[in-house]
């Protein structure tokens, strides 16, 4: 069976320091995957979406990047973080037919609070 | 463009009573609808999924969720609440080829004992 998992579970970081948070599935081939963020109140906002490695689309403009450097690995990254970057941060992964219908799967999360 | 709405960020419904999560949608083409479940401090787990065909569709824990076209909405339901039930509850769209969720902003569910 597929497993997803997301470290650290929390974080709290000084404002201007750097970011990474690691995603990994495991259990399939050639997921797509996502970072998600979820603000309090607000629902969940699509951040990063990837189909292969090295392939990277950025759904929204922001202090963040993403990168896929290996099949199932998937991170978020930051130079210098913002008082706004605080929130919960979901990766997700669905199979990589690029189907609509296709189901997507959460991580665990990671809450990151900047201070 | 495609949204969702989901009516009232806070629901209480006591143990045993009727649940019912409200979604509405927006969208130009025949959508495809989601509804996730939190529980704190965790990840999105899916509850139910309508793609196409028959409009009742059942979901995990006894939930289930109709789609009707008319009213372009996705109300979630469960005849009989649990105190396990407790939890946040997102409606979400997509549509054909598409590869973002567009998500509501949740309704967060209580169940008094």
């Known amino acids: 069976s597929q497993t997803i998992h997301q470290w650290p579970a929390t974080l709290v970081q000084p404002v201007g320091s750097p970011l990474s948070l690691e995603c990994t599935v495991e259990?399939?081939?050639?997921?797509?995957l996502y970072w998600y963020r979820q603000a309090a109140g607000r629902g969940l906002q699509l951040l990063f979406y990837?189909?292969?490695?090295?392939?990277i689309s950025s759904e929204v403009p922001q202090n963040l990047s993403a990168s896929r450097p290996q099949d199932r690995q998937f991170i978020l990254s930051s130079k210098k973080l913002l008082l706004s970057d605080s929130g919960f941060y979901l990766c997700?992964?669905?199979?990589?037919?690029?189907?609509?219908?296709?189901?997507?799967?959460f991580g665990p999360g990671t809450r990151l609070t900047v201070l | 463009a495609q949204s969702v709405t989901q009516l009232g960020s806070h629901v209480s419904v006591s143990e045993g009573a009727l649940v019912l999560l409200r979604c509405n949608y927006s969208?130009?083409?025949?959508?495809?609808l989601f509804w996730y479940v939190q529980y704190p401090n965790q990840g999105l787990q899916l509850l139910l999924k309508?793609?196409?065909?028959?409009?009742l569709v059942k979901g995990i824990n006894g939930f289930e969720a109709e789609f009707k076209k008319s009213e372009t909405s996705f109300h979630l339901t469960k005849p009989s609440a649990h105190m396990s039930d407790a939890a946040e509850y997102f409606c979400?769209?997509?549509?054909?080829?598409?590869?973002?969720?567009?998500f509501g902003t949740g309704t967060r569910l209580t169940v008094i004992p």
């Open positions: 259990g399939t081939s050639n997921p797509n």
């Open positions: 997700a992964w669905s199979e990589g037919t690029w189907a609509s219908t296709d189901t997507q799967y």
């Open positions: 979400a769209v997509t549509l054909t080829g598409a590869n973002n969720l567009f």
């Open positions: 309508y793609t196409t065909g028959a409009t």
């Open positions: 990837s189909v292969g490695i090295g392939q």
């Open positions: 969208s130009s083409v025949p959508p495809y």
